[in-house]
């Protein structure tokens, strides 16, 4: 139930809005569709399910900017351009090895890519072809400059990306300089394409938003990161490492899980604005963390993340309050050897392709946003003299 607040202006006149928005339609789309009462997400018509089955990143991403499942050709032609797009400009990497080793890992994605917005030649034109090689290029670029950052805090070179790997393998491999094994690389290309798109979200809102003012794409995918950063949002996941890291064993979850709620405090990786049962990104992700907790075995996170989910499940389940995105996402990225500082920056390196389709749909049939709000100040104060106050 969407949480309607009512106010009286100071005209006397009543208004009721939903908070956050929730449930308003800002405008239409025909990227993605979620079911929130049943648990189902489809991109562009296919259940998620299917995607994660059978898809790869590559290739759902090309379905999300151009709307049809490529051919073996245009997947092909599609890889040779990411590949081709991979490198970090020489002078950007240069002064992304100058920024501060200690600043957030999003923060300093965000500066990089507004930074890259400076090398782009005819980024305030938006023609299709124009918007579609910028949004091409951003999705090449983004792991290669996440697995930069990650590298640089750690006092070592970044790796030049692989063009003999696909995208999920390099990402691996330019963030630990190793080869990952296949199962390894599939996993996150699972993950990449359980992240990639999921509507409206308040990333996916921001960048639609600023594209509306006809700015240029860097602008809207820079503030994309900005919001995607939010512990509300792809912050979570590094939320929910915190806590398993916080309970810190198996047997202390039941106490601490009950004091945070008792508390009130949020529990990081639960709850969702559409979604009333589970999430189906978490029954996937879950799945995948159990089985890399048999491989490495390594069972504590998985076995805690589970005794939450219980928990949570007696507790609040009845609240439509269940495990969303982020939470086995955190025990996956911990066992495929993921330090915590990169856990949002790979949520974004998924979701570009979802900003990038949806700021291609904005600009096809574009009207500015321009929403308002009520009025609760004061009207026709006086205006007092510096000296007078
Ligand atoms: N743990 C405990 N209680 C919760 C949680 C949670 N994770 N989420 C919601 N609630 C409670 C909340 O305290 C409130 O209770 P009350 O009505 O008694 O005040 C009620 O449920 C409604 O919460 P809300 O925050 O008003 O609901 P929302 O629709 O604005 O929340 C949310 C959506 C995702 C912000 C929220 O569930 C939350 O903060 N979750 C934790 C952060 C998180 O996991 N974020 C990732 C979201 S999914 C991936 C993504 O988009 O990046």
Same mark, same amino acid.
């Given at each position: 139930m969407a949480k309607n607040r009512e106010v009286v202006d100071k005209f006397g006149k009543r208004h009721t809005f939903s908070e956050g928005m *929730?449930? &308003? &339609? $800002?405008t239409s789309s025909e990227i993605c569709f979620i079911n929130g009462a049943e648990g189902r997400l489809f991109y562009r018509g296919i259940p998620i399910e299917d995607l994660a089955e059978n898809s790869t990143f590559e290739e759902t991403s090309y379905f999300l900017l151009y709307g049809e499942l490529p051919t073996q050709k245009e997947l092909h032609d599609f890889d040779t351009r990411l590949k081709k797009y991979r490198a970090i400009p020489d002078p950007v990497l240069e002064i992304l090895k100058q920024?501060?080793? @200690? $600043? !957030?890992t999003m923060q300093i994605l965000r500066t990089v890519v507004s930074l890259m917005g400076l090398y *782009? *030649? @005819?980024?305030d034109e938006h023609s299709v072809s124009e918007t579609s090689r910028e949004a091409e290029k951003l999705i090449a670029v983004f792991p290669t400059i996440v697995a930069a950052i990650q590298r640089l805090r750690e006092g070592k070179e970044p790796i030049s990306p692989d063009k003999s790997l696909g995208h999920a393998a390099n990402l691996i491999y330019m963030v630990n300089g190793e080869k990952p094994d296949a199962y390894a690389a599939r996993v996150l290309d699972v993950c990449l394409i359980l992240h990639a798109e999921h509507g409206f979200n308040a990333s996916t809102f921001t960048s639609r938003v600023v594209i509306s003012t006809l700015t240029d794409v860097h602008s809207a995918i820079t503030a994309a990161i900005g919001s995607l950063r939010g512990p509300l949002h792809g912050g979570a996941n590094e939320g929910v490492m915190h806590l398993l890291n916080e309970i810190g064993s198996l047997e202390a979850v039941d106490e601490v899980i009950r004091l945070k709620l008792k508390t009130k405090a949020k529990i990081m990786g639960f709850g969702h604005r559409v979604y009333k049962v589970l999430d189906p990104r978490a029954k996937i992700l879950s799945q995948y963390s159990e089985r890399l907790a048999e491989i490495t075995g390594k069972q504590k996170y998985y076995a805690m993340s589970k005794k939450i989910e219980e928990i949570m499940e007696n507790e609040v389940g009845d609240r439509g309050i269940y495990p969303n995105v982020d939470f086995f996402s955190a025990s996956v990225y911990h066992y495929l050897g993921? !330090?915590? *500082?990169?856990y949002t920056p790979i949520f974004a390196v998924s979701r570009i392709s979802g900003w990038a389709a949806h700021v291609m749909e904005q600009l096809r049939e574009n009207r500015l946003f321009r929403p308002s709000s009520v009025y609760l100040g004061d009207i026709d104060r006086t205006y007092p003299k510096i000296s007078d106050r």
């Amino acid at each position: 139930m969407a949480k309607n607040r009512e106010v009286v202006d100071k005209f006397g006149k009543r208004h009721t809005f939903s908070e956050g928005m *929730e449930g &308003v &339609v $800002a405008t239409s789309s025909e990227i993605c569709f979620i079911n929130g009462a049943e648990g189902r997400l489809f991109y562009r018509g296919i259940p998620i399910e299917d995607l994660a089955e059978n898809s790869t990143f590559e290739e759902t991403s090309y379905f999300l900017l151009y709307g049809e499942l490529p051919t073996q050709k245009e997947l092909h032609d599609f890889d040779t351009r990411l590949k081709k797009y991979r490198a970090i400009p020489d002078p950007v990497l240069e002064i992304l090895k100058q920024m501060p080793r @200690k $600043a !957030n890992t999003m923060q300093i994605l965000r500066t990089v890519v507004s930074l890259m917005g400076l090398y *782009e *030649e @005819k980024s305030d034109e938006h023609s299709v072809s124009e918007t579609s090689r910028e949004a091409e290029k951003l999705i090449a670029v983004f792991p290669t400059i996440v697995a930069a950052i990650q590298r640089l805090r750690e006092g070592k070179e970044p790796i030049s990306p692989d063009k003999s790997l696909g995208h999920a393998a390099n990402l691996i491999y330019m963030v630990n300089g190793e080869k990952p094994d296949a199962y390894a690389a599939r996993v996150l290309d699972v993950c990449l394409i359980l992240h990639a798109e999921h509507g409206f979200n308040a990333s996916t809102f921001t960048s639609r938003v600023v594209i509306s003012t006809l700015t240029d794409v860097h602008s809207a995918i820079t503030a994309a990161i900005g919001s995607l950063r939010g512990p509300l949002h792809g912050g979570a996941n590094e939320g929910v490492m915190h806590l398993l890291n916080e309970i810190g064993s198996l047997e202390a979850v039941d106490e601490v899980i009950r004091l945070k709620l008792k508390t009130k405090a949020k529990i990081m990786g639960f709850g969702h604005r559409v979604y009333k049962v589970l999430d189906p990104r978490a029954k996937i992700l879950s799945q995948y963390s159990e089985r890399l907790a048999e491989i490495t075995g390594k069972q504590k996170y998985y076995a805690m993340s589970k005794k939450i989910e219980e928990i949570m499940e007696n507790e609040v389940g009845d609240r439509g309050i269940y495990p969303n995105v982020d939470f086995f996402s955190a025990s996956v990225y911990h066992y495929l050897g993921f !330090n915590l *500082e990169i856990y949002t920056p790979i949520f974004a390196v998924s979701r570009i392709s979802g900003w990038a389709a949806h700021v291609m749909e904005q600009l096809r049939e574009n009207r500015l946003f321009r929403p308002s709000s009520v009025y609760l100040g004061d009207i026709d104060r006086t205006y007092p003299k510096i000296s007078d106050r």
